[in-house]
Every structure is written in structure tokens, then in C-alpha cells.
């Protein structure tokens, strides 16, 4: 099938200090990744086109995108998905370096803020292990499948227009260790949290759970902070 | 685990938490007052003898309070968040949620001080 690919481009180093878009007819298969399409280009094309990639299997989380609009991993959605139209664009709420590029300080800045590892300075009782039930771990299972690519955050109205807001990546990173019995730092992130930057800031939207490569509950899990604050 | 032990509320976890149960609250309140005024009365029988005769009960006046307050309070808490998006200075932002916690207690208390006061159909010549 022959797809329309319309890319975002952005280079001030090169002169292209005004984004705009460079279009592309390619033959591709529906079974073919978007990731796919955007190697043919930069292999065939126009070699000066920059995105981050790394594993291309959905587990490094580095190529999150605007693809048709919508947060997604380039690697992990197939053509036949999205259609022969496709508009690619960087993810939206951090500066555009270049092309797809974004600058992430400010989406790492808010993880970090939230102490994301685990505290907790006891010895074990056997000297070796932090010994959990199978249900003490289930209680944090959904958010420790967090790949970090911010689809979740730079889908959120509020932190588009929040620099304040930590994002619902770091709720996420945080709701993994409040939750987890073998932490003791828990009512430090809640503390963190019930800031004015904190969940608080969260409208409920969903488009973080719609973004979600990995299929993270993230609006339940800022849900669950909440009440763990408020409770 | 260390989610038991108690974080000292916040004043956005004890805001949005008001919102909750004010929210659960308004759901009666204002489907009763819908369904009063438009299905039950009627919206072409409201007159001003109407209106005398359901302030002179306190239950009522209590309830339009209550409806009042907590739906300019839900309007208000949407306000700042909304003037969040555009102000991003801590000490602004500070200023513009005591400017518009002062409107709503301005607003609310005129609204409570005219349905404590009452209508006056002498007043109005027919």
C-alpha cells in the first residue's frame, strides 16, 4: 500500500527556525510499523531527519510520538492502525530540539522529584531479603510496568499548560513505591504529591490511560494517591 | 506499609476533597430544585407570592443557601484552575485563590442575605 507521511520537521541549527512539515509517498505493508516507515525515510530520503529510537520493540520507550494526533510508540503501532494518512509530530508540553527530538529535563526533573527508589534502611529480618506476599506485591504490579517514554505526560492538558504539574509519569513512578510494603518513604511522596503541583492538579481527562503504551492504569493510579492522602 | 500513617492535609487535598462531597451533595440539590421549580410548580406559576411563601420557610432559605454556596464554590475551584493554567508565579497564584475565595464569600453572602431577607410582594404593585 502507498501511505501519505506527513513528518514534522524543525532544525534551527540548519535554518528551519519555523516548523513546518516535509510530505513522503512510500510503499509500505499494513503490517509495517510506523517506526518502519520513518527508517526509510532517514535511510533513503532525507538522512537529516532526527527521532530517538532504540530497542524499536517497545520496551526502551525512546521513540514516543504524536502519530495522527495521538501519543503513541512509533515501533509499536503498525500502519494498517493508523491508515494511509499518517502526520507524525513531536509529543507535546516540552521544547522541540529537533525534528522529534524533545528536550525530557523537565519530565526527568518531576521524576526525580518524587524519590523514585525504594527507602528503607532496616536490616531484613534474615539479613538477606525484604520478603512480600504475592498480594503486598499485586497492590503495585500495574505501575511497575512504566517504560518512562512520557506518552502519558505530554498527553495531559494540565501539564501542557502547568510547567508546575510533576505529570502523571511521575504519579506513576511514585505510586509504584508508596504502595510497595517493603518501602518507608511513603508519606514523603504523599507529602510531595499534595503540593500545589502535585495530583491535585490532575482534571481526570483520561488521556494519559489512552496513552499509555504499556497499558498502565494512569488515571486510577493518581486516583489511588489521591485517596491515599486524603484518607 | 507507609501509606498508614497520616500526611498533614494539604490545602489542595483538603480543597479537593470539599469538591467531592459538595459534589455529592449538589447532585440532590439541584435535581430536587429542577424538578421543583419546572415540573412540580412550574416555571409559568413562579410569581412573587411563590417566591414570599417559599422563603418564609427556613428549610427552604437553608437549602437555596446550600445550593448557592456549593455550585458558586464548584464554579469558583474551576476558576482557579483554570487561571492556573495562564498565572504560573507561586505568590500570583496565592493572590488570585484568596481573590477568588473572597468573591465567592462576597457573592455567597449577598445571596444568603437576600434569601433571609424575603420578597416583599407589597412592594410590587400589580
Redesign the interface.
Known amino acids: 500500500m502507498l501511505v501519505y507521511l506527513k513528518i514534522y520537521r524543525y532544525n534551527p541549527e540548519a535554518g528551519r527556525n519555523v516548523p513546518s512539515y516535509d510530505t513522503y509517498n512510500i510503499e509500505a505493508e499494513p503490517t509495517d510499523r510506523v517506526l518502519d516507515l520513518l527508517e526509510e525515510v532517514k535511510g533513503h530520503i532525507d538522512g537529516t531527519l532526527s527521532y530517538r529510537r532504540s530497542c524499536a520493540h517497545g520496551v526502551c520507550g525512546s521513540d514516543a510520538m504524536r502519530i495522527n494526533g495521538r501519543n503513541m510508540l512509533a515501533c509499536k503501532v503498525l500502519v494498517k492502525d493508523v491508515g494511509s494518512e499518517i502526520t507524525v509530530e513531536p509529543i507535546l508540553g516540552l521544547p522541540v530540539l529537533k525534528d522529534m527530538i524533545v528536550d525530557m529535563e523537565p519530565f526527568f526533573d518531576s521524576y526525580k522529584a518524587v524519590m523514585p527508589f525504594l527507602v528503607n534502611d532496616d536490616i531484613p529480618a534474615d539479613g538477606k531479603e525484604r520478603l512480600q506476599s504475592p498480594e ?1 506485591r499485586e497492590r503495585f504490579d500495574d505501575t511497575t510496568k512504566c517504560i518512562m517514554c512520557a506518552a502519558c505526560t505530554t498527553s495531559c492538558p ?1 501539564f501542557w ?4 504539574y510533576v505529570g502523571p509519569a511521575a504519579v506513576v513512578a511514585a505510586h509504584r513505591f ?4 517493603r ?5 514523603d511522596r ?2 510531595i504529591l ?3 503541583g ?1 495530583v ?2 490532575c ?1 481526570t481527562a483520561f488521556n494519559c490511560t489512552e496513552a499509555c503504551p504499556r497499558e498502565i492504569h494512569v488515571t486510577q493510579a493518581i486516583a489511588e494517591v ?1 485517596q ?3 484518607s | 506499609m507507609t501509606t498508614q500513617a497520616k500526611v498533614k492535609p494539604s490545602f489542595e487535598a483538603i480543597a479537593w476533597r470539599a469538591m467531592r462531597y459538595s459534589g455529592i451533595l449538589l447532585i440532590p440539590l439541584a435535581w430536587f430544585h429542577v424538578y421543583l421549580q419546572d415540573v412540580i410548580v412550574g416555571v409559568h406559576a413562579i410569581d412573587i407570592d411563590y417566591v414570599a411563601l417559599r422563603l418564609d420557610m427556613v428549610a427552604w432559605v437553608v437549602y437555596d443557601m446550600a445550593l448557592l454556596a456549593f455550585a458558586f464554590a464548584h464554579g469558583m475551584y474551576g476558576l482557579r484552575q483554570v487561571s492556573f493554567e495562564f498565572i504560573h508565579g507561586e505568590r500570583a497564584r496565592r493572590n488570585v485563590s484568596l481573590l477568588i475565595l473572597g468573591l465567592w464569600l462576597v457573592v455567597s453572602l449577598i445571596g444568603a442575605v437576600a434569601l433571609i431577607g424575603g420578597a416583599r410582594p407589597e412592594l410590587i404593585s400589580h
Open positions: 503486598q494540565v499548560a502547568d510547567d508546575q508508596i504502595f510497595d510494603s518501602d518507608q518513604a511513603g508519606d504523599l507529602k499534595s503540593d500545589h502535585g491535585f492538579r482534571r489521591k491515599a492522602i486524603t
